[in-house]
């Protein structure tokens, strides 16, 4: 039976930072991990959460990711800012550079930020939510190592390919999603695998190259995009803004270039903010409200993000797998 | 047997301007249609070309659509392009907010276009290409009619939601892709159910909201997003950045409001500018490039755009149905 032990946010948090700082992060770039890890298990995001340590700990044990790096924010004009992260994780390059995105984006009415340097290990959501926090519409993506076979081929190209989409509520949690381009993570395929489970048609392909349920045999062989070919679209979209815009790594570059340790390639983000204040105008509030209020009450809809919001209201301890903790705790 | 006639890219443009002006358009508005219903033939494209033709001559003669309006395009910000439409068909809004679009966007990095007070009848290429002609990155999207049930209901509520993506490619035609968010535009099911044909699963669901593969069962009922929750989640987004964004109608809206004449609906679109130049920098065009070479090495792939760019290069005449060519000649 698996065990679990409760532990506050403030001790999720300190414990991340500690493992951290034990692996060699300074006090920035840990707690900006700490930051971000603590939200997610706030969230009910465990995938996320602290079950990426042992993740990040590898990555700064190879010496593939820089815990001591200090990320550089430029702004290239009043609507275009660049952060190079000199090879930290990406939520400390995130953490200096959202709040010029966000300061811009509510002057200017648009603008863009272009992440590079970074290593990509977490959830897109903090970033667009950020924005949305602010009264801004976020839209983050990331591309990742090839793992999905565009649409018509058998050959993996695309990385799950994120994108993250968050829409603001002012006085309520924003409308937020944050989805692989993959009709599945390699994770949920790997986990449906361990279970003796099926996959739907659609998810995969096996080593020959051909439509499997079976997710060990998907797991040799490569990912399909969500939705065919209009999927495909999209996950070939978020490769060329999170790579071709940013001048960073594509997929099947990060994969020429990785050195094999496991650990987080490096690689680009793409995140632009929009103002409804500036582009929408007065009253913008309400009339989205009037949609909202219609999706809301569908039958069978839910709304992207309502269920983390949910979580995050309860503000007691979380409980924790023990197992995990003992793990985390053995890395410091 | 189906007749046809031959015409030239001239001859068509000259019939569509001709029947525009005798339905009430003045020059400029008769030339923004006929620019863009050329250039769909132009490009194969023929449910965007000659057979629109009564459908716009039918919105001109309801008095929904202004033939003689004048768009007023503002600049809200260094980066934010807004033109009322004041009613025009959205070519000529367009044609009067692109250019301003493509400057800014040249000049800050960033740039977003919203246009209200349009009737939207026609393909988002054309935009978005315009940008990629440009050097610059293209996003495009659109609202209209509820016709589409969010992922997990039963109930319209989202429009066919187009998204267009182009991306730029000095000294070859850009990448570009125009795609319904629905997994099958009405269109298409109505096709399907003339020919006795059924359709895919996921396609829609009859008028007791059960799913079906009949498409004359789906045309009485909903259809449904692409991709499941996650394309559903794409036409969410494109409805709030389309009317949320833009403060025009929403789909629900449009069909509230809408006077039944069958005509196209009042609507808003967001077209969203990027320039590698200033945000990716020097080298962009290489770098991209070595991706487009794997992507079209691969078996089984299009690159999206590439049929309508290879019928471009044919300037001699089209073949158009003898019928249509008579029925759009009667509206003169």
New interface residues.
């Given amino acids: 039976m698996t065990e679990f032990t409760e532990l506050t946010l403030e001790q999720i948090s300190a414990l991340i930072n500690e493992v951290m700082i034990a692996n060699g992060c300074d006090d920035a770039n840990a707690a900006a991990l700490a930051d971000i890890m603590t939200r997610a298990e706030r969230d009910g995001s465990h995938s996320h959460g602290l079950f990426r340590v042992p993740g990040y700990v590898k990555a700064l044990r190879s010496g593939k990711v820089d815990g001591k790096a200090k990320p550089v924010v430029a702004k290239?004009?009043?609507?275009?800012i660049?952060v190079d992260g000199r090879g930290c994780f990406a939520p400390l390059a995130q953490a200096v550079g959202l709040p010029v995105l966000a300061e811009a984006t509510a002057?200017?009415?648009?603008?863009?930020l272009?992440l590079t340097g970074i290593h990509h290990f977490a959830a897109l959501w903090p970033e667009t939510e950020y924005l949305a926090d602010r009264g801004l519409?976020g839209i983050a993506c990331t591309a990742y190592m090839p793992m999905v076979?565009?649409?018509?081929?058998?050959?993996a190209?695309f990385g799950t390919n994120p994108i993250s989409?968050a829409?603001p509520r002012p006085g309520k949690t924003p409308?937020c999603?944050d989805?692989a381009?993959a009709a599945m993570a390699m994770g949920d395929v790997q986990i449906a695998a361990r279970d003796g489970k099926s996959v739907p048609l659609g998810t995969g392909l096996d080593a020959d190259g051909n439509p499997s349920t079976d997710p060990a045999a998907i797991a040799k062989g490569v990912l399909l995009p969500?939705?065919?070919?209009?999927?495909s679209?999209?996950a070939?979209?978020v490769?060329?803004?999170a790579?071709?815009?940013?001048?960073e790594q594509?997929s099947?570059?990060a994969r020429e270039n990785d050195n094999g340790d496991g650990g987080p390639p490096r690689g680009g983000e793409m995140v632009?903010g929009?103002s409804?204040d500036?582009?929408?105008?007065d009253?913008?509030q309400e009339?989205?409200e009037?949609?909202m209020d219609?999706?809301r009450a569908?039958?069978?809809?839910?709304i992207?993000g309502e269920r983390r919001h949910k979580n995050r209201l309860d503000t007691g301890p979380r409980e924790i797998n023990a197992t995990l903790i003992e793990t985390i705790t053995a890395l410091k």
């Avoid at 569908?298 to 839910?302: A, D, N, S, T």
């Fill in positions: 290239k004009t009043p609507a275009i660049h002057e200017i009415g648009v603008a863009a272009s519409v076979a565009p649409a018509g081929s058998k050959a190209l989409f829409w409308v999603y989805m381009t969500f939705g065919g070919y209009k999927g679209a999209i070939m979209m490769e060329l803004l790579a071709g815009l940013t001048s594509f099947f570059e632009i929009l409804p500036l582009i929408a105008g009253g913008w009339h989205v009037r949609f219609r999706l569908l039958e069978g809809v839910r992207p």
